[in-house]
């Protein structure tokens, strides 16, 4: 099986960003934060892009907050321009969580590089990266988590897919990831195929029982890219040295109980993952990330950006 050959070693990320008065009110700070750890781990050396997706009537809001950017590209987009299909769903919070899902699938229409990096707003970048950790030999690095932590996923998305869920092989973690652009635009054609029908009408018109019991964007990526014996073709295996992992769960923080950990960030050794998420759903908040981001990021406390940033969200 021949590597993939890519035409830049830069690659774009995308970030679905949504703020509701019900929920994600912070969204728009946290962003910041994931902005300016970006900058201090220089990742305009291998991010191309940022595509920010929103529902069109928030584009301005958005960017204001990212007028000052200048170390990357940022590309802000109307999720309803971008999808005419999320027409219909305008105001309707419920299917805000879907429409995020299938913005990282669907975003694979206007890129050009094969591979992808899906982001979300409680993320912080913890390293400096090089396009070539990200990319090895043509294949993108994966995260590996047992099926078992989210079997309903699996289930769910398998069905979708009518391929099974092989609980023996680990499957694909959560955001962050690094897609390729054709693993999503096989889903799309396999959906379509199947359903005879828009991919998105048909994945967003699916009756959601219950939370936990639902396809998500990643489950039915890494079952489409099993379906079709690529999935080696585009990322690397699980045991494999060079595949370094995106998320580092001792500087993440997942449930409220995990809060307290933040404390002992200093008692760490250096992070071993690119990223660390910090789930706006576990109540963190945001001064106690502010607290944090010199500890995390091993920068001075008193940095004048760092000081900025502080101002702007915490007055």
Known sequence: MKNIQLKSS?????????????????DYQRLQMLLYSLRKKEAYKWLEQLYLVT?????QSLAKHCKN?????INILGEEELFPEFKQYINKHYYNYRKQML?????AKIIETEFFLTLDSDIICLQEITSESLIVDGKALMDYEEKSLHHAWWESSAEVLSTPVETNIPGISVTPSILSRTICEYLIEEVENKYQENWILTLMGMERIEKAKFWTEYS????????KNCLTKYHLDN?????????????SVWFASEIEKMKNLEQLPPPSGLFAVLQGASGISLETILN????MLKIDSEDEQ??????????
Not at 220 to 227: H, M, N, P, V
């Open 10 to 26: 830069k690659i774009p990320a995308v970030l679905p960003i949504a703020v509701h008065p019900q929920r994600n009110q912070l």
């Open 55 to 59: 529902p069109d009537n928030q584009k």
């Open 69 to 73: 950017v200048d170390f990357i590209k």
């Open 103 to 107: 913005i990282k699938i669907g975003i």
């Open 220 to 227: 039915l990526y890494f079952l489409c890219a099993q379906k």
């Open 239 to 251: 045991l494999d040295d060079k595949n370094i992992p995106l998320i580092d769960h001792n500087y």
């Open 292 to 295: 944090h981001l010199p500890t």
């Open 306 to 315: 760092l000081l900025e940033l502080r101002q702007d969200i915490l007055h």
